[in-house]
């Protein structure tokens, strides 16, 4: 059976897919499809997992990775990269068909995106400290470089932490809102020093300043869907021993 995943209407043009955490092999606080490279699981199992994961798509097709930092690095991906590789950085593009870009998260926001005219694609992570710093920006930029335009680049933002699940301290807002004063409108009210995030409307909002003007939201809440999606921050406060990652990939056939 195929693992199940969320499609985005605007990336129809391009096989892609956001993944759950069902339909593969791993077991216990792990299970079943955690393609986390990092995570604490037998590495066959990742493997496995991985592989259905690419078949669903694009059978047989690798899967281009990254070594995430959080920050706003974005590399190209090209016939001569070595796919072994996992270069530090938080976002990579194609122009080159046969490959999956793919993006791990667990509470994270994963991104794709598609410039259907210019046959070029891309896949981003933005946690917050990597939206603040510009990692859609520096996608679209490295897009462009290989000859997408804005006004053709659709972006989907998929499952992710939702509001209701993301407690900030006052701290946090106040870096916001020094970054623009109208970050403000991002964050709800919560219990006294603390306000709930909106990390998805903070990224669409960035890409809409970024000029793009197809923008889709699966709206879906990693943290509180359990039976759907890994949460970093839920394992945390289960003291769990470690927590898995979703994968979320994009490619051109």
Same mark, same amino acid.
């Given at each position: 059976m195929?693992p199940p995943?969320?499609?985005?209407?605007?990336?129809?043009?391009?096989p892609?897919g956001?993944f759950?955490?069902?339909?593969?092999?791993s077991?216990?606080?792990?299970?079943s499809?955690?393609?986390?490279?990092g995570s604490?699981?037998?590495?066959?199992?990742i493997?496995?997992?991985r592989r259905r994961?690419?078949?669903?798509?694009? =059978?047989?097709? =690798? *899967?281009?990775?990254l070594?995430?930092v959080?920050g706003?690095?974005?590399?190209?991906?090209?016939?001569?990269?070595?796919?072994s590789?996992?270069p530090?950085?938080d976002?990579?593009?194609?122009?080159?068909?046969?490959i999956l870009?793919?993006?791990?998260?667990?509470?994270?926001a994963?991104?794709l995106?598609?410039? =259907?005219?210019?046959?070029?694609v891309g896949?981003?992570?933005?946690?917050w400290?990597?939206a603040?710093?510009?990692?859609t920006?520096?996608t *679209?930029?490295a897009?462009?470089?290989l000859?997408?335009? +804005?006004?053709?680049?659709a972006?989907?933002?998929?499952?992710?932490?939702?509001?209701?699940?993301?407690e900030?301290?006052?701290?946090?807002?106040e870096?916001?809102?020094?970054?623009?004063?109208s970050?403000?409108r991002?964050?709800?009210?919560g219990r006294?020093?603390?306000?709930?995030?909106d990390?998805?409307?903070?990224?669409?909002? +960035?890409?809409a300043?970024?000029?793009i003007?197809?923008?889709a *939201?699966t709206?879906?809440?990693?943290?509180?869907e359990?039976?759907d999606y890994?949460s970093?921050r839920?394992a945390c406060? +289960?003291s769990e021993?470690?927590?898995g990652?979703?994968l979320?990939?994009?490619?051109l056939?």
């Amino acid at each position: 059976m195929n693992p199940p995943f969320t499609v985005a209407g605007p990336l129809t043009c391009a096989p892609h897919g956001f993944f759950g955490r069902r339909g593969g092999v791993s077991t216990g606080d792990l299970a079943s499809l955690n393609c986390g490279l990092g995570s604490d699981d037998d590495p066959a199992l990742i493997a496995e997992n991985r592989r259905r994961v690419a078949d669903t798509l694009m =059978p047989g097709t =690798p *899967i281009a990775g990254l070594y995430q930092v959080h920050g706003d690095r974005c590399v190209v991906i090209d016939e001569t990269s070595d796919l072994s590789d996992r270069p530090q950085a938080d976002a990579l593009v194609t122009r080159t068909p046969g490959i999956l870009l793919g993006i791990l998260t667990a509470d994270c926001a994963p991104l794709l995106f598609a410039d =259907p005219e210019a046959g070029v694609v891309g896949a981003a992570h933005a946690g917050w400290k990597g939206a603040i710093l510009g990692v859609t920006d520096r996608t *679209i930029a490295a897009m462009e470089s290989l000859g997408a335009t +804005r006004h053709n680049i659709a972006a989907a933002i998929g499952p992710c932490i939702g509001r209701a699940s993301y407690e900030v301290d006052a701290g946090f807002v106040e870096r916001f809102t020094f970054d623009h004063p109208s970050n403000e409108r991002f964050f709800a009210a919560g219990r006294p020093g603390h306000a709930m995030f909106d990390l998805a409307a903070y990224v669409a909002a +960035r890409l809409a300043e970024e000029g793009i003007t197809r923008i889709a *939201i699966t709206g879906r809440d990693t943290y509180a869907e359990e039976a759907d999606y890994f949460s970093y921050r839920r394992a945390c406060h +289960r003291s769990e021993n470690s927590y898995g990652r979703q994968l979320s990939v994009i490619g051109l056939a």
